[in-house]
């Protein structure tokens, strides 16, 4: 067969350069992720700092796993981890837990939540997940190259879906990261557990941000928490949020709870939040004449 001038053959190489060089990629992902749990917190408090009404940042003391540990896991779960969640899970931290919370009513309500499941976390996602009452795959996940699909469940941690990393193919390089709603429907939303994270961070962690992935888009009320905390991202937001009635209705008939306050804070105090509206108006939240936020961040033991 003819090569590519400009490419010329594809030269061989030998099994100690094929080890340096996967040896260099690790290196590479493990100085990636050393810092993304610092770096997270930082970004975050930096979002929230002009927002009087924030009571603070609670990030979970989570100690790095060992690779014994991870090589443990993958053997008993028959998976490999990618290497941007295992260098994450190695340096930086075995799992992620930040909650923001915000002052409503003289109460100290959570709000934000970012959450990335533990090595003991990670559980397979049953085969009947991907297939529908007929039993045919549900679109429009992608076809395997392998004998069926697997996914592993990153966040899995509220009742209005969870977010899975997906593996189509052999190369765990390759896994996808997917977010299942309460329709049992499959949304991409990142090619890898890095991009994820950034997106996780950009959203602040904000009730039900992933729907905006999805066809339906966000609720009523989780697109007015977007608008109001992180309106950079309402351009987004609006170009996938087509269906708002139809998510507002499968998700109040997945969760009755949803027509309650979410997350403490009442939905008719949500429906207040307009473009331009300021911290402290009446209805949406209480403002509190705090400083800021930087002094008020810490860390559970």
């Known amino acids: 067969s003819r090569c590519s001038p400009l490419i010329g053959p594809r030269r061989t190489e030998g099994p ?5 060089r996967a040896s260099e990629t690790r290196s590479a992902w493990l100085m990636a992720t050393v810092s993304l749990t610092r770096d997270a917190l930082k970004d975050l408090t930096a979002a929230l700092a002009p927002f009087d009404v924030v009571e603070g940042i609670n990030l979970a003391d989570r100690p790095a796993c060992s690779a014994a540990d991870i090589s443990a896991w993958e053997s ?9 969640l295992r260098a994450f899970l190695q340096s930086s931290s075995n799992g992620f837990q930040l909650q923001w919370h915000v002052r409503h009513c003289g109460k100290s309500v959570r709000l934000g939540c ?4 533990g090595l003991d976390e990670l559980k397979p996602v049953p085969a009947a997940a991907f297939v529908d009452a007929l039993g045919h795959s549900r679109e429009p996940l992608p076809l395997p190259d392998t004998d069926a699909l697997r996914a592993i469940e990153l966040d899995a941690s509220t009742p209005h879906g969870r977010v899975c ?11 996808q990261v997917w977010f299942q709603d309460v329709s049992c429907s499959w949304s991409f939303i990142a090619n ?3 991009d994820y994270f950034r997106l996780m961070v950009l959203y602040l962690g904000l009730p039900r941000w992933q729907y905006v992935y999805t066809d339906v888009g966000l609720d009523s009320v989780a697109a007015s928490w977007v608008r109001f905390f992180a309106p950079d991202r309402l351009a987004l937001t609006k170009e996938h949020s087509v269906d708002r009635s139809r998510c507002a209705s499968f998700l109040r008939a997945a969760d009755p709870a949803l027509g309650a306050p979410l997350d ?3 939905p008719a105090a949500t429906r207040a939040v307009t473009p331009g509206t300021r911290v402290g108006s009446p209805g949406l939240i209480r403002r509190e004449g705090s400083p800021g936020i930087s002094s008020k961040v810490r860390v559970r033991k």
């Open 16 to 20: 100690g350069r094929t080890a340096a």
């Open 76 to 84: 008993r779960a028959e998976v490999r981890i990618p290497n941007d």
């Open 114 to 117: 970012m959450h990335i499941a």
């Open 192 to 194: 890898s557990f890095l």
């Open 165 to 175: 990393l997906l593996y189509a193919s052999a190369d765990p390089s390759e896994a």
């Open 264 to 266: 403490g804070l009442s």
